[in-house]
Structure formats: C-alpha cells, structure tokens
Nanobody, 123 residues
Framework: EVQLVESGGGLVQPGGSLRLSCAAS????????IGWFRQAPGKGREGISC???????TYIDSVKGRFTITRDNAKNTVYLQMNSLKPGDTAVYYC?????????????????WGQGTQVTVSS
C-alpha cells in the first residue's frame, strides 16, 4: 500500500521555524520526485517546493531563502525546513510523489498524495 504521511506541523509564532517531514512507503522512493504543496483557507492549492530523484530542487519566490527541501533516501523521507515563518504561510501542507527523474510542472503530474499537516503562524 502506497502511503505518504506528513508530520511536523503545528502552531508557531511569526519568525519561528518548523520542520515538516514526509515519510513514504509502498513504492520505490529513490525513483520519485517529492513536492510540497499548501492550501490556505479559501484559496487554491499552491506548489511551493520540489526535490527531484536526482536532488535538484525548486522553490516558489515567496519561500526562497526561508524554506529548504531535502531528502533522505535511506529513510524514505523528505523534509521541508521552514524558517522565518509568516502569517501568510498558514495553510495545510501536503507532500506528493511524482515518478521520474525531473521536476513536474504541476500538481496534476503527481501520482500519490499525503493527507496533509496543518501549519498555523500566529502570535
């Protein structure tokens, strides 16, 4: 059974940090790119970062310099280190897996999705 399980969300004050984890099972993790998405209340899903199976990575402009994506293939896990968090980062964060060597162009190219973890940035 394929599973992607996000963890590490919570309530944090502005300027604080969180590290999200995406633990994968049921597929050959090394062959997949893993992306992080978020969806804020009343807004559409937004792709924020992705790491390819070859360790290439991308970020949207609003998180560049604040968020860092890494992967540990030995643990079948991808991490999203989020620093300098802002209230605008409040959302449910999802990870997703895409089979292949590159970085997908959009959410519809991902094969598997997790259930999400809530991140709330508030004082």
């Amino acid at each position: 059974e394929v599973q992607l399980v996000e963890s590490g969300g919570g309530l944090v004050q502005p300027g604080g940090s969180l590290r999200l984890s995406c633990a994968a099972s049921g597929f050959t993790f090394d062959d997949y790119a893993i992306g992080w998405f978020r969806q804020a209340p009343g807004k559409g899903r937004e792709g924020i970062s992705c790491i390819s199976s070859r360790d290439g990575s991308t970020y949207i402009d609003s998180v560049k310099g604040r968020f860092t994506i890494t992967r540990d293939n030995a643990k079948n896990t991808v991490y999203l280190q989020m620093n300098s968090l802002k209230p605008g980062d409040t959302a449910v964060y999802y990870c997703a897996a895409h089979y292949g060597p590159g970085i997908p162009n959009g959410g519809n190219e991902y094969d598997y999705w997790g259930q999400g973890t809530q991140v709330t940035v508030s004082s």
